[in-house]
């Protein structure tokens, strides 16, 4: 069975650090993989998404990268956090054919 | 940019009653979908209604959809406390890439009262 993993599950970092979110897919090859944030009380802003390994296309401009090394592993980066960077991380797959995506458990991420 | 709005935002019932929420949206779409979201966790998959369908069930779910009104609704019959969770719809949007994105409304918080 397909099995979607994210870490970390919280982080406190402070402005001006650096940032790795790793989100890795077992059980599936080829999925489309995205990253999604979730600031309180609202719904979900696509960040970042990709079909293929070194793939990445962005949806909105910031101080945030991604990067797909491998198939099923799915990296967001920050040179330099910001205030406005708090809020919760989602990471989901989606095959094509299937349409439905697959949400990791989220990151929990406050910038102090 | 939000392309599915949910109505109400916030929803109190009582447990044993039927929540109904709905979701508009703008532009055309292949399918519809709803996530449900426990606090603090990840969204999950309920049910996908495509294009050309009109209702759809899954257990105590139903949902249907009306592409001439750009609406769906989806009910939650005889509701239980574990029900309690925020809810959302989102719809696709075939990118020029070949990928299969997904856009979400804001959601609907459903609190069930036991």
């Known amino acids: 069975s397909q099995t979607i993993h994210q870490w970390p599950a919280t982080l406190v970092q402070p402005v001006g650090s650096p940032l790795s979110l790793e989100c890795t897919v077992e059980?599936?090859?080829?999925?489309?993989l995205y990253w999604y944030r979730q600031a309180a009380g609202r719904g979900l802003q696509l960040l970042f998404y990709s079909v293929g390994i070194g793939q990445i296309s962005s949806e909105v401009p910031q101080n945030l990268s991604a990067s797909r090394p491998q198939d099923r592993q799915f990296i967001l980066s920050s040179k330099k956090l910001l205030l406005s960077d708090s809020g919760f991380y989602l990471c989901?797959?989606?095959?094509?054919?299937?349409?439905?995506?697959?949400f990791g458990s989220g990151t929990r991420l406050t910038v102090v | 940019s939000q392309q599915g709005e949910e109505d109400p935002q916030a929803l109190s019932i009582q447990e044993g009653e039927n929540a109904t929420m709905n979701c508009s949206y703008k532009?055309?779409?292949?399918?519809l979908q709803w996530y449900r979201q426990n606090s603090g966790r990840g969204l999950v998959h309920l049910i996908l209604?495509?294009?050309?369908?009109r209702e759809k069930h899954s257990g105590r779910l139903r949902v249907t959809l009306d592409t001439s009104k750009k609406s769906s609704s989806l009910l939650i019959t005889a509701s239980r406390a574990a029900d309690t969770a925020s809810y959302f719809c989102a719809t696709d949007a075939i990118s020029g890439a070949g990928s299969y994105q997904l856009t979400f409304g804001k959601g609907t918080k459903l609190s069930v009262i036991p």
């Open positions: 059980g599936t090859s080829n999925p489309n």
């Open positions: 989901a797959w989606s095959h094509r054919e299937t349409y439905g995506y697959t």
């Open positions: 532009t055309s779409i292949n399918n």
């Open positions: 209604i495509r294009s050309n369908e």
